[in-house]
Nanobody, 121 residues
Framework: QVQLVESGGGLVQAGGSLRLSCAAS????????MGWYRQAPGKQRELVAT???????NYADSVKGRFTISRDNAKNTVYLQMDNLTPEDTAVYYC???????????????WGQGTQVTVSS
C-alpha cells in the first residue's frame, strides 16, 4: 500500500498563488504517473495535471500557463505550483498515483485525502 499525504491548500485572493505538495509513503513500482485532480461542489472530479516517471507533464487546458507540476524523486513528492488563481479554481484538490510493475501490468491506483483550495474574488 502507498499512502499519499497532501498539504498546502488554503484561502487566497484572486491573482494569488499556492503550492500544493503530495508526499508518497513509499514507491513500490518505478513505472508511475502522479497527478492532481480537483472537484468543485456539484461537479465531477477533473484532471488538473500529471507527471510521469520520465518527467513528461500534461495539463488541463484551463490551467495551462498558470499551474506547474513538478516532482522530487528523492522525497517521493510531487508539487503543484498554482499562480494567477481565479475563483473558478476553487475546489478540493486530490493527489493521485498510478503505478505498475511492467508497462502492460496491473495498475495500482492510490488517492490522497484531498486539500481544499478556495480563491476569493
Amino acid at each position: 500500500q502507498v499512502q499519499l499525504v497532501e498539504s498546502g491548500g488554503g484561502l487566497v485572493q484572486a491573482g494569488g498563488s499556492l503550492r500544493l505538495s503530495c508526499a508518497a509513503s513509499r514507491t513500490i513500482f518505478s513505472i508511475y504517473v502522479m497527478g492532481w485532480y480537483r472537484q468543485a461542489p456539484g461537479k465531477q472530479r477533473e484532471l488538473v495535471a500529471t507527471i510521469t516517471d520520465s518527467g513528461s507533464t500534461n495539463y488541463a487546458d484551463s490551467v495551462k500557463g498558470r499551474f506547474t507540476i513538478s516532482r522530487d524523486n528523492a522525497k517521493n513528492t510531487v508539487y503543484l505550483q498554482m499562480d494567477n488563481l481565479t475563483p473558478e479554481d476553487t475546489a478540493v484538490y486530490y493527489c493521485n498515483r498510478k503505478e505498475r510493475a511492467t508497462p502492460l501490468g496491473r495498475v495500482y491506483d492510490y488517492w490522497g485525502q484531498g486539500t481544499q483550495v478556495t480563491v476569493s474574488s
